[in-house]
């Protein structure tokens, strides 16, 4: 009975000292610029043939992440995995638009198209079972893939997305960076995926300044859109 | 001149119903508008605009529900109306047109108002609620809004490769 008790105080133990180091809202690392590491004579890792995931929710979600994405090098994401909700048509028509700009010989996509976590309103009843519903699909995509980094900006889905990461990495499989970026909307108060994400996310990026008063951790970036 | 009135992907009942007013009608006519052009959403059974241009104050008037082009419609607008949705609002405001943005104060969390109020309060645009939509109109204060910078979103793409890199 004791050696029971004593084997999952240790199993304990370690998972709280695995997540602690491993944890970004643990950590207390400088944020550096890409200058800054160069300047450090770090060799930068081969650019190309990174998976960038890229999740994808309704409406303002996807506008928003269309014009963030302007930013990226695509050049060297030249592979991208996009989760949408499988009903959602608007931003499935999305992808293609992105994607017909990009040469299809070099470079490769995928889609995931999951169930979703929770429909706006939803009972929170039946919530657990959808969220289980969307978890399966989504573990089985991030596994499969292992993606470089995730950006997300909001829907439902993307807290899915970021706990399947985090599980990968406390795991030691793979440490896949979250980048977290709230919607443009958000100028007082954080939407619900925000505040998750606020703890799981590497780099949580606001747009409005008013926001870092409460949430420290955060980086204000203005005119992102 | 022309007025484009948009209420995004869903609908917006009141609004609709507002555009059609002669209350309406007659202060954007006062301001010298012609044409007014409605997207109506679902809310389209609502569009019920006088039957005779002298009855909408000499201004012609179209509607339809959905498009997929809405920058189209944008560009030839000199005012343009719309729900506080994030996407309508920025390309309103990437625009450079002259823009009323309506809050929609039936919906439940009503954290549209915070975008329209702060855009608003910066001298971007101007926000309003349905009521006072036609007063918006005659006080002719989107004709003094300050052009809204342009976007740059590389800094997501250095915070991208800043994780990435090691």
Redesign the interface.
């Known amino acids: 009975m004791i050696f029971i008790l004593s084997f999952a105080g240790a199993a304990a133990l370690a998972l709280a000292l695995r997540l602690y180091f491993v944890l970004p809202i643990f950590s207390r690392r400088q944020r550096s610029t890409v200058d800054a590491r160069k300047r450090k004579g770090k060799a930068v890792r081969n650019a190309t043939q990174r998976m960038l995931c890229i999740v994808l929710g309704s409406g303002g979600h996807t506008a928003e992440m269309t014009r963030l994405l302007s930013g990226v090098d695509l050049d060297r994401y030249s592979r991208r995995l996009y989760i949408v909700g499988e009903s959602d048509l608007i931003s499935l028509d999305q992808i293609g638009v992105l994607e017909s700009k990009r040469d299809g010989e070099k470079e490769e996509y995928f889609v995931g198209r999951v169930p979703r976590s929770r429909r706006v309103g939803q009972p929170w009843l039946t919530t657990p079972m959808s969220v289980l519903r969307c978890f399966r699909q989504v573990a089985w995509l991030m596994y499969r893939h292992l993606p470089d980094a995730v950006l997300c900006n909001g829907p439902g889905n993307c807290v899915v997305v970021c706990v399947v990461a985090t599980i990968i990495r406390v795991l030691g499989v793979k440490r896949i960076p979250i980048i977290y970026v709230e919607s443009f909307a958000r100028v007082k108060t954080l939407s619900l995926s925000g505040k998750i994400m606020y703890l799981l996310a590497d780099r949580f990026i606001v747009q409005w300044p008013d926001l870092l008063r409460q949430y420290p951790r955060a980086e204000h970036v203005p005119n992102l859109v | 001149m022309s007025v484009y009135v948009t209420v995004g992907?869903t609908g917006f009942d009141e609004l609709v119903t507002a555009v059609c007013t002669r209350q309406f009608l007659q202060s954007l006519a006062a301001r010298g508008f012609r044409q007014l052009c409605v997207q109506c959403g679902s809310s389209e059974d609502l569009f019920t605009p006088p039957s005779t241009e002298s009855g909408a104050f000499g201004i012609a008037i179209e509607s339809f529900d959905y498009t997929s082009s809405p920058q189209r419609f944008i560009e030839q607008a000199d005012l343009v109306i719309c729900h506080a949705?994030?996407?309508s609002i920025?390309e309103a405001l990437h625009s450079r047109k002259p823009t009323i943005v309506v809050v929609n104060h039936r919906l439940m969390d009503n954290?549209?108002s915070?975008?329209a109020?702060?855009l608003s309060r910066r001298g971007y645009l101007v926000s309003t609620v349905v009521s006072g939509l036609a007063d918006a109109v005659a006080s002719g204060a989107y004709s003094k809004l300050i052009p809204y910078?342009?976007?740059?979103?590389?800094?997501?793409?250095?915070?991208?490769?800043?994780?990435?890199?090691?």
């Open positions: 992907s949705g994030t996407g920025l954290h549209q915070e975008i109020q702060e910078p342009n976007a740059d979103p590389q800094p997501i793409g250095e915070i991208l490769d800043e994780e990435t890199l090691f």
